[in-house]
């Protein structure tokens, strides 16, 4: 119980300290306009106030990830709560703020026109493709996993087939319409119920006090993989996520000023980690490993969380808890459909202000997603776990760029981007759906890939001096 305790206090010190040494190394201009403004049009820049945009942020990069990955990590023992509170206060949030502060800067700009401008042409047409890839991949995760927490909520009386349906049809409404016809105005409904579902299990933990596991470097893991690179993949949005990366350039389009960056991009992701905390305690708490991993065998990680739900809070309060996580994946299924629809549209410059157009983009989407839920969710998981926090990694050393030209700190952004790339190059090497090389030998050509990497960022950030006037240009020159 100490352990967990005090993981949530330094999750949210973090938030004070670190998190206020970021935004002045990054170095905020609270008198320049942001693409709110310079860019309104009514559909994805507008406007909006800040405690709406912090909302919308949390629902976006809050899916199944901080609830299912810490339920998986959990396996591994408290160790996990070492990777998502450290991973929060130095690799997540860090992450998500640079890039929804960067995109402000560049016209709200998405990764790939970030990874063109910062890491090369080159880089932008193969990061659009890697983005689009992880944002299907995200869309039809977010559809499976709610619609079978609705279906058990149901006790299988609604056919899943249908609860399908209706979660597309609300996707797709969400991604068409302007941002505050729907999104802004149903999250904070929304908001309220995930409030709801974290704070009924997190104060059962403690007012039960629940046998959560004090910290422990031990592998618990039943089956025995190994923590690294397993855990920081396994434990993404809770920790890092890429996938943020893909959620910030919507709400840095409707940020009213950059002052309000550091509560939006970087505190989110803190509220993010302290739910990740609360489920992967619960999960530690209320069962031995070998009796999590049988629940999660047989039903997935969404069993677990409607036995923790139902044991810490009864019948009603549980079917609440279990409201409150179906509403994370549907907050983030809509906004990566819609995210996508403007990563496309901005890579082939199509206007967005007709609904014509928005449709076109997005329906295809629609279609590719719904012929992925036919695939195992399982080997869905890992490839979106691999995507995510390779993105993650891409963002990173974009954020590492900017500061480097811009002659900062970036080794805020370096360091973690060096660990994840080390982690997620280890993983698809090692990994049956990748390489499927011994462990031993996936270690050693990560770390010369690694070193390779560091050593072309150098480079690279040689040549970019010349070649950048500035790197905060709006995106007008250097596009």
Same mark, same amino acid.
């Given at each position: 119980?100490?352990?967990?305790?005090?993981?949530?206090?330094?999750?949210?010190?973090?938030?004070?300290? !670190?998190? $206020?040494?970021?935004?002045?190394?990054?170095?905020?201009?609270? =008198?320049?306009? +942001? *693409?709110?403004?310079?860019?309104?049009?009514?559909?994805?820049?507008? *406007?909006?106030?800040?405690?709406?945009?912090?909302?919308?942020?949390?629902?976006?990069?809050?899916?199944?990830?901080?609830?299912?990955?810490?339920?998986?990590?959990?396996?591994? @023992?408290?160790?996990?709560?070492?990777?998502?509170?450290?991973?929060?206060?130095?690799?997540?949030?860090?992450?998500?703020?640079?890039?929804?502060?960067?995109?402000?800067?560049?016209?709200?700009?998405?990764?790939?026109?970030?990874?063109?401008?910062?890491?090369?042409?080159?880089?932008?047409?193969?990061?659009?493709?890697?983005?689009?890839?992880?944002?299907?991949?995200?869309?039809?995760?977010?559809?499976?996993?709610?619609?079978?927490?609705?279906?058990?909520?149901? =006790?299988?009386?609604?056919?899943?087939?249908?609860?399908?349906?209706?979660?597309?049809? !609300?996707?797709?409404?969400? +991604?068409?319409?302007?941002?505050? $016809?729907?999104?802004?105005?149903?999250?904070?409904?929304?908001?309220?119920?995930?409030?709801?579902?974290?704070?009924?299990?997190?104060?059962?933990?403690?007012?039960?006090?629940? *046998?959560?596991?004090?910290?422990?470097?031990? &592998? /618990?893991?039943?089956?025995?993989?190994?923590?690294?690179?397993?855990?920081?993949?396994?434990?993404?949005?809770?920790?890092?996520?890429?996938?943020?990366?893909?959620?910030?350039?919507?709400?840095?389009?409707?940020?009213?000023?950059?002052?309000?960056?550091?509560?939006?991009? !970087? @505190?989110?992701?803190?509220?993010?980690?302290?739910?990740?905390?609360?489920?992967?305690?619960?999960?530690?708490?209320?069962?031995?490993?070998?009796?999590? &991993?049988?629940?999660?065998?047989?039903?997935?990680?969404?069993?677990?969380?409607?036995?923790?739900?139902?044991?810490?809070?009864?019948?009603?309060?549980?079917?609440?808890?279990?409201?409150?996580?179906?509403?994370?994946?549907?907050?983030?299924?809509?906004?990566?459909?819609?995210?996508?629809?403007?990563?496309? #549209?901005?890579?082939?410059?199509?206007?967005?202000?007709?609904?014509?157009?928005?449709?076109?983009?997005?329906?295809?989407?629609?279609? /590719?997603?719904?012929?992925?839920?036919?695939?195992?969710?399982?080997?869905?998981?890992?490839?979106?776990?691999?995507? &995510?926090?390779?993105?993650?990694?891409?963002?990173?050393?974009?954020? %590492?760029?900017?500061?480097?030209?811009? $002659?900062?700190?970036?080794?805020?952004?370096?360091?973690? #981007?060096?660990?994840? +790339?080390?982690?997620?190059?280890?993983?698809?090497?090692?990994?049956?759906?990748?390489?499927?090389?011994?462990?031993?030998?996936?270690?050693?050509?990560?770390?010369?890939?690694?070193?390779?990497?560091?050593?072309?960022?150098?480079? %690279?950030?040689?040549?970019?001096? &010349?070649?950048?006037?500035?790197?905060?240009?709006?995106?007008?020159? %250097?596009?």
């Amino acid at each position: 119980m100490i352990t967990f305790i005090v993981s949530i206090v330094l999750l949210i010190i973090g938030y004070f300290t !670190y998190g $206020k040494y970021v935004e002045k190394v990054f170095g905020v201009k609270a =008198e320049r306009k +942001t *693409p709110a403004y310079t860019m309104q049009d009514g559909v994805d820049y507008l *406007p909006m106030g800040t405690k709406r945009n912090s909302m919308i942020q949390l629902l976006n990069i809050a899916g199944v990830g901080p609830i299912f990955g810490p339920i998986l990590g959990a396996l591994y @023992g408290p160790v996990a709560f070492l990777w998502i509170v450290f991973g929060a206060i130095f690799a997540g949030a860090v992450h998500d703020y640079l890039t929804g502060m960067i995109s402000i800067r560049n016209r709200g700009a998405h990764v790939p026109e970030l990874a063109g401008k910062f890491l090369g042409k080159a880089m932008k047409h193969v990061v659009n493709a890697f983005t689009v890839l992880l944002l299907l991949l995200v869309g039809t995760v977010f559809v499976q996993a709610p619609a079978a927490l609705i279906h058990n909520l149901a =006790e299988q009386k609604v056919a899943l087939s249908i609860i399908l349906g209706a979660i597309f049809v !609300y996707y797709i409404v969400a +991604t068409l319409l302007p941002i505050d $016809k729907v999104i802004g105005r149903v999250y904070p409904l929304f908001g309220v119920l995930l409030l709801i579902s974290a704070i009924g299990i997190g104060g059962g933990l403690i007012v039960t006090g629940a *046998p959560i596991p004090e910290i422990s470097l031990t &592998n /618990m893991h039943p089956d025995n993989v190994p923590i690294f690179p397993l855990l920081f993949l396994t434990i993404s949005c809770g920790a890092l996520s890429g996938f943020h990366a893909t959620q910030s350039p919507i709400i840095s389009r409707t940020t009213q000023n950059e002052q309000n960056g550091r509560k939006i991009f !970087y @505190g989110m992701m803190i509220a993010e980690g302290i739910i990740a905390m609360i489920w992967a305690a619960a999960a530690m708490s209320l069962f031995s490993g070998n009796e999590l &991993n049988e629940i999660i065998q047989a039903g997935g990680p969404a069993a677990v969380v409607n036995e923790v739900a139902v044991r810490m809070l009864g019948a009603i309060g549980g079917t609440l808890a279990v409201i409150g996580v179906i509403i994370l994946p549907i907050t983030s299924g809509d906004t990566a459909f819609r995210s996508c629809r403007m990563i496309i #549209a901005d890579y082939f410059k199509v206007a967005q202000k007709k609904i014509t157009n928005r449709l076109w983009i997005a329906l295809p989407l629609f279609v /590719m997603s719904y012929a992925l839920t036919k695939m195992d969710f399982t080997i869905l998981w890992r490839y979106f776990s691999w995507a &995510n926090q390779s993105t993650a990694v891409i963002a990173l050393w974009i954020g %590492a760029m900017y500061l480097i030209l811009s $002659k900062k700190n970036y080794f805020i952004a370096m360091i973690p #981007a060096i660990f994840m +790339t080390m982690a997620t190059t280890t993983y698809i090497l090692n990994a049956k759906i990748g390489f499927n090389l011994p462990l031993n030998v996936s270690y050693v050509i990560a770390a010369i890939f690694t070193i390779g990497i560091i050593g072309a960022f150098y480079k %690279a950030a040689r040549n970019k001096r &010349n070649e950048l006037a500035s790197v905060d240009d709006d995106f007008e020159k %250097a596009a």
